[in-house]
């Protein structure tokens, strides 16, 4: 993983699991491929990258809308962020996205705590600029940022005709405002269909079973049981 730094437009595929136990991870800016061929990365720790992104990415920017960023066939058990109070977005994936196509991704047991921070997601912390993420789930996730805004299980922030399509997220968030089981808030003609959501959400104000703050977006055949 080392390498998405170095070659930050290239490939990268796992070819057996990693466990980062006893070690912590500094987010990385890419615009390649990572395919993790339904291998797992277990006990990341994600530390803040300097700018207050939290990740396996920091940011995830596409060369154009013909190249997305994929993020495709992976597992993730047991990752851990802690907020330093520094916080502009978090997500176990990447804490900021623009053209990222995420596919088939699982994140299960995720911890992220702290007080304050914006843009906070189970995947990702802000999806925009037609992102899509798709066929995937956050299970048993604990999100205590008390502080925060625009927190989701799934993305915490999505805009400019981003997709969300069949995933789920189950769990518990404890945030400030513009708290969603599965987005935060939403922007500027983007899509969410086809998902499920079983989380227990406490905040001061705007808050909602599936999405805390809806604008200008399109929800169809989604459900919540929190």
């Given amino acids: 993983l080392a390498l998405m730094e170095i070659y930050p437009?290239?490939?990268?595929?796992?070819?057996n699991d990693l466990d980062f136990a006893g070690q912590s991870w500094t987010p990385v800016n890419f615009a390649g491929t990572l395919d993790g061929n339904n291998h797992a990365i277990h006990?990341?720790?994600?530390?803040?990258?300097g700018s207050?992104?939290?990740?396996?990415?920091?940011?995830?920017?596409?060369?154009?809308?013909?190249?997305?960023?994929?993020?495709?066939n992976l597992i993730f058990t047991s990752p851990k962020i802690a907020l330093d109070g520094n916080c502009y977005a978090a997500g176990v994936v990447a804490a900021t996205a623009a053209c990222i196509n995420i596919d088939n991704v699982q994140v299960f047991d995720a911890e992220?705590?702290?007080?304050?921070?914006?843009?906070?997601?189970?995947?990702?912390?802000?999806?925009?600029?037609f992102s899509k993420i798709s066929n995937s789930y956050v299970d048993n996730f604990n999100l205590n940022t008390p502080g925060s805004s625009k927190v989701g299980g799934i993305v915490g922030d999505i805009r400019t005709s981003t997709e969300v399509v069949n995933c789920a997220a189950v769990g518990e968030i404890t945030a400030g405002s513009a708290v969603g089981g599965l987005i935060g808030a939403t922007d500027a003609n983007c899509t969410i269909s086809?998902?499920?959501?079983?989380?227990?959400?406490?905040?001061?104000?705007?808050?909602?079973?599936?999405?805390?703050?809806?604008?200008?977006?399109?929800?169809?055949?989604?459900?919540?049981m929190g």
């Fill in 9 to 15: 437009n290239a490939s990268f595929e796992l070819v």
């Fill in 43 to 49: 006990n990341l720790v994600i530390e803040n990258d």
């Fill in 52 to 72: 207050g992104a939290y990740g396996l990415i920091s940011a995830a920017t596409a060369v154009d809308t013909t190249h997305p960023v994929v993020v495709k």
């Fill in 112 to 129: 992220i705590t702290g007080n304050n921070g914006s843009m906070i997601g189970g995947l990702v912390g802000q999806a925009t600029y």
């Fill in 194 to 224: 086809n998902c499920l959501v079983d989380v227990t959400s406490t905040a001061k104000s705007i808050v909602g079973g599936l999405i805390g703050s809806l604008g200008r977006s399109k929800v169809t055949k989604c459900y919540t």
